[in-house]
């Protein structure tokens, strides 16, 4: 469930956006506040639904709406899509409706299960228990083995009959590899497109805006989609690729500006403000 057929003339009524090197500002630019500001403005004159989706854990996603001055989203998709809080009032709760999809989806199967059948692989670290969810068991390696480790994990997963991916990245902050182990098919645009069907908005109401390959599954899902100047190298033409299979090229769109003034810009290409 990553991809849907969407339908033109349906208007935005969403930003779905992921947080670090996108919405949030960067250090160097100083005009990424103020468009943050205009940004924020403009989603509540329009009445636009805001959700974060993003890589980070729930506190730090708390933290950086802080740190800053975020607008606050309706729900947050985070920890790679691996779980969903929802807005009452003034605070967040977990949307249990998602927890217990994931359980049915996971066959029951719980992460000491996971945990058990990686243990003798050599190499591996569990990250901090902050970083760890209930439906992501999250590792750390030296950034020269993850491509290693992410063959042997997949095939212990296989070998075990456990219904779980791992995919892997590195941190270009600690150069170390991050590896995450998530029920099979697990991503950001897989919770979006379940919370689409559980929530008050179609998936043809959303805009998606991104940087980075973990991303790359909502750019492509159908979403309108954005993708900032800051983004990976390469990222843009994989992305237009993949749309343009499906005859859906006209459905992204590559901000000439970066990061947040990014997101803004292209909100307005799409017309949700």
Same mark, same amino acid.
């Given at each position: 469930?990553? =991809? $849907?057929?969407?339908?033109?003339?349906?208007? %935005?009524?969403?930003?779905?956006? !992921?947080? *670090?090197?996108?919405?949030?500002?960067?250090p160097d630019s100083p005009k990424h506040?103020? !468009?943050?500001?205009?940004?924020?403005?403009?989603?509540?004159?329009?009445?636009?639904?805001?959700? $974060?989706?993003?890589?980070?854990?729930?506190?730090?996603?708390?933290?950086?709406? &802080?740190?800053? *001055?975020?607008?606050?989203?309706?729900?947050?998709? @985070?920890?790679?899509?691996?779980?969903?809080?929802k807005r009452i009032g003034d605070s967040?709760?977990?949307?249990?409706?998602?927890?217990?999809?994931l359980e049915q989806s996971s066959g029951?199967?719980?992460?000491? #299960?996971?945990?058990?059948?990686?243990?003798?692989?050599?190499?591996?670290?569990?990250?901090? %228990?902050? =970083?760890?969810?209930?439906?992501?068991?999250?590792?750390?390696?030296?950034?020269?083995?993850?491509?290693?480790?992410?063959?042997?994990?997949?095939?212990?997963?296989? &070998?075990?009959?456990? %219904?779980? *991916? @791992?995919?892997?990245?590195?941190?270009?902050?600690?150069?170390?590899?991050?590896?995450?182990?998530?029920?099979?098919?697990?991503?950001?645009?897989?919770?979006?497109?379940?919370?689409?069907?559980?929530?008050?908005?179609?998936? *043809?109401?959303?805009?998606?805006?991104?940087?980075?390959?973990?991303?790359? /599954? #909502?750019?492509?899902?159908?979403?309108?989609?954005?993708?900032?100047?800051? /983004?990976?190298?390469?990222?843009? !033409?994989?992305? =237009?690729?993949?749309?343009?299979?499906?005859?859906?090229?006209?459905?992204?769109?590559?901000?000439?500006?970066? #990061?947040?003034?990014?997101?803004?810009?292209? @909100?307005? =290409?799409?017309?949700?403000?």
């Amino acid at each position: 469930m990553n =991809h $849907f057929n969407p339908e033109a003339k349906i208007a %935005p009524t969403v930003l779905a956006t !992921d947080l *670090d090197g996108t919405l949030i500002p960067l250090p160097d630019s100083p005009k990424h506040p103020g !468009d943050l500001r205009a940004l924020s403005q403009a989603l509540s004159s329009s009445n636009a639904k805001l959700v $974060f989706a993003t890589g980070r854990h729930y506190e730090s996603v708390v933290e950086a709406m &802080q740190q800053y *001055d975020l607008p606050s989203p309706e729900w947050i998709v @985070c920890d790679v899509g691996s779980a969903i809080y929802k807005r009452i009032g003034d605070s967040f709760k977990v949307f249990t409706a998602y927890e217990a999809h994931l359980e049915q989806s996971s066959g029951g199967v719980d992460r000491q #299960a996971v945990e058990e059948a990686l243990f003798t692989i050599e190499g591996l670290e569990l990250q901090p %228990p902050d =970083h760890q969810q209930r439906f992501k068991i999250s590792y750390q390696s030296a950034a020269d083995t993850v491509t290693r480790l992410v063959d042997n994990i997949s095939q212990r997963l296989k &070998q075990a009959q456990l %219904p779980y *991916d @791992c995919m892997g990245s590195l941190d270009p902050f600690l150069n170390c590899g991050l590896i995450d182990v998530m029920p099979r098919g697990v991503s950001k645009a897989y919770a979006l497109l379940w919370l689409s069907t559980h929530a008050d908005f179609r998936p *043809d109401e959303v805009i998606y805006s991104g940087d980075s390959g973990n991303d790359y /599954a #909502a750019l492509v899902s159908g979403f309108r989609a954005i993708i900032v100047a800051n /983004a990976s190298e390469g990222l843009a !033409d994989k992305v =237009h690729v993949a749309l343009a299979e499906r005859s859906l090229q006209e459905r992204l769109y590559l901000a000439e500006h970066t #990061a947040t003034s990014g997101v803004l810009e292209g @909100c307005r =290409h799409f017309g949700l403000v």
